[in-house]
């Protein structure tokens, strides 16, 4: 038995002043209504692979301050398909390649969900305003918008218009093409397109069904800074474009409050009662371990959390996390089965697994107690350490404590004490394995951060 084992923004960030939640602004959903003369959408290619078809259309999604939103809108239907009227939407970056890792994520996806999976292309449109991409093109948006007052400039706002109208396109390829009304979508996306999908659910659009947020964990900025800096001992070096413009930390002006209301989808939360899955890597260089706790709690709803062990923000796990020369895998496979799993089974209104835990510290030992769902095979703990609260280059070690090798035999509930380490820090998260429908699901506790007793 291991000795410290008993068994028995992207990143906007808010100035720490703000003393409470503001009221829900009607910013957001009020531009997404706006009508858009300019949206259209026409058939480009059909392909097939393997008997699977892959549509490929081109969308004009918006006018946005006199710039025309260009996109690829690609089609996976998989040759066996349950139903066609709901569907995946994953919004991404860059133009279609069904190639890439997204692609093949969108045709893997759309195999294993048996239901038509649409991979949206360019969000955001960029470059924009002297070659600015990325996290440096929304925070030109965000000093805009402090800069004019006017609510329209924030760079996700057109952003998840776009998967708006892409709802619309889809609907409309569904009726016209497949004498097919797509009632329901489940929106998902990494980063600032996970960003996208909070806000797209926050609109409050009826057919958005569920939502699968990927590697942005930073809800509820005005805690999120804060915590950062007691992690790193300053701010993450990925989100530099942001500090560079001086939006950290964000101006104490009502202006900036009204900014961070508008783009936190933690302000949204009594809105956000659909299902979601949050998809996370344990190694993410952009946030701060225990980012989750900071928000995990407030979330209404059903809800469940993945960590990928040992992966950074393209959730590849790696030998030597965040560290040169480091050996990766070569597809987000755990990402993937759990979204695959997830998406099924709401989709077809199957249950999907749930687990109860609490956590807590008690003499500076970690003390937990898990209640796993019956589907549950395998529960593992998975433990780290680190000379500080960083521990974005640490490996994390797995032990299994119920079924897998685990020799222990325990009752329906799982109890435990992680020791706090001898010197520095220890962090640590269980996590219970399910096998639905043939594919391996895991679902996660939040990270714990245990320090060395004084």
Known sequence: MSRFLSLAFVAVVAS???????????????YVKKSEPDFAWKLVDKSESEGNAILLYHLVSQKWHDE??????????????????AMVLLNTGGKANKESVTGLIGLELARRVKAPVAVLWGIPKQPLYDGKKEDALIAETFVRYLETKDSSWPLLFPMAKSVVKAMDALQEIGRKEWNTEVKDFIITGA???????????????????????????????????????????????MIHD?????????????????????????????????????????????????????????????????????????????????????KKDTFPMKAVDT??????????????????WKQDIKNGDGVFSLRPDRETKIVRLWTTESDTRDFRKSAWKKKDIFGGTAKVSVGPAIGGTVTAPEAGFRAYFLEAESKIDGTVACFSTTIQILEAKK
């Open 242 to 326: 942001y500090e560079e413009r001086k939006l950290l930390p964000m101006p104490d002006t009502d202006a900036a409050r009204k900014l961070w209301a508008m783009v936190d989808p933690w302000v949204y939360r009594d809105k956000l009662t659909l299902p979601k899955l949050l998809v996370n890597g344990t190694n993410d260089p952009y946030w701060a371990q225990d980012a989750l706790n900071q928000y995990w709690d407030d979330l209404k709803g059903d809800k469940w959390v993945v960590y990928v062990p040992n992966a950074g923000h393209d959730l590849r796990p790696q030998d030597k996390p965040n560290q040169p020369g480091a």
């Open 68 to 85: 025309l939103w260009e996109h690829d809108l690609q089609i996976f239907v998989p040759k066996e398909v349950n139903n066609k009227s």
């Open 16 to 30: 720490t002043t703000v003393a409470q939640t503001p009221q829900i602004p009607p910013d957001l959903e009020n």
């Open 191 to 237: 980063s600032k397109r996970g960003w996208t999908s909070w806000l797209t659910a926050a609109t409050g659009d009826p057919r958005v069904k569920a939502i699968a947020p990927m590697v942005i964990d930073t809800l509820n900025f005005q805690k999120q800074m804060p915590n950062q800096l007691k992690s790193f001992g300053r701010y993450s070096e």
């Open 339 to 356: 979204i695959s799993v997830f998406c099924r089974c709401v989709l077809t209104d199957k249950p999907l697994p749930k687990m109860t």
